[in-house]
């Protein structure tokens, strides 16, 4: 019989549980209910009683790695502590989110456990088609385009999840009792003195956004007028995401335009860029605006479920059945008037 482990860490600026952590839990418990498996959660944290509080109800065998070292995250530290955690549950399938802090450690992890590792996983399952039932998980390739489903005989097998894919645990923190796992550290040579982020209103990109705003290159091509407008897009664009909370989206074409020495807009790096060879985010609903909607930049919005796009040509990529709703308008036009409605609904200056 497996034994699964769900591995958790706490959020960097607080002693909470991050919500990727908690959606590993989710899928820990449903897995466990599937197999029959047993299930244990594995929590790292400066406060490990504190953040597991969280996981009352959860009926799992709880263990902890905890200490002032935990806080943050450190490849030695890090790769230690998830070593005892799967050793302690003698796991034959981990779970763990694909946060930056796991990516980082769990393949050294599951080379120290003599296992294999698939990253980016999306969704897991038993297939009765066989002569027994078998463990799969599915994983998309080559920038979302080809869905292989994998099932693989050696243990343990750690499995990177996906953010977004399963729905977070949630429930009244309350007494959970949590076995306290020892650690033997190693020489550490990493001191961690801080964090610099940008401030919130900053920060563009925004995963838990419910919507996504992708600019095109449109935003600083010539308009009807024969001008460029470059600092109004800017500022429709920064009041928009202002006012609204959404996430900053932007195709290739516009973020590429720095690179070539044109002039861009300053708030937009590659780490905006949607599609084929950028980003693939998660959000529900998603407003492309002077954007053509050519395939490798929608293959990026594959998991945005609700589709509105505004562009100036009829016959754009989104007009032919990639959106719900094409507004064949002039995005500087529309946009100044969402932002005028959006600011007296949020009674902003
Ligand atoms: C291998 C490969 C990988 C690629 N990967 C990506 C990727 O990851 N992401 C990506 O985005 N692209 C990618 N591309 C490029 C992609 O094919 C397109 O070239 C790119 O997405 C076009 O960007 P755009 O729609 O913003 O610009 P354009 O094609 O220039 O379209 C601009 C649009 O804005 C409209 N417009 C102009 N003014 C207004 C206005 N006032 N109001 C409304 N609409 C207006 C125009 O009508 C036009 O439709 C890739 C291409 C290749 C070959």
Redesign the pocket.
Known sequence: MDSILVLTHQEDCSADLTKTSLEAVTAGLELAEQLGAQLSIGAIAQDALKAVKVLVGTHARILSVSGDVFAQARYASDAAACEALCRAAQATIVLAPHSSRFARVMGGVSHRLGGCIDTHVSDMHTSTEGAAPTFEVTRWFYRQRIEAVLSRASRPWVLLLDAGTYAAWSATPGAVHAGEIAVEMPVQRTQVTGLRAPKQDEQTIRPEAKMLFVA????T?K?PDGQIHLAEAADLILNFLHTSGASLGS????VDQGSDGQPVLPFLTHLN??????STPRHPKGLS?????????VV?WRFVRERRA????PN?GWARGKADVVYV????QVITRINEILRSSNRLP
């Open positions: 095109g290159a449109g935003w091509k308009q195709s290739k074409s516009l860029q949607v599609g084929q060879t950028g605006t002077c954007c053509h909607g050519e395939e490798p930049h990026g505004i562009s100036l040509d754009c308008a002039d995005a500087f």
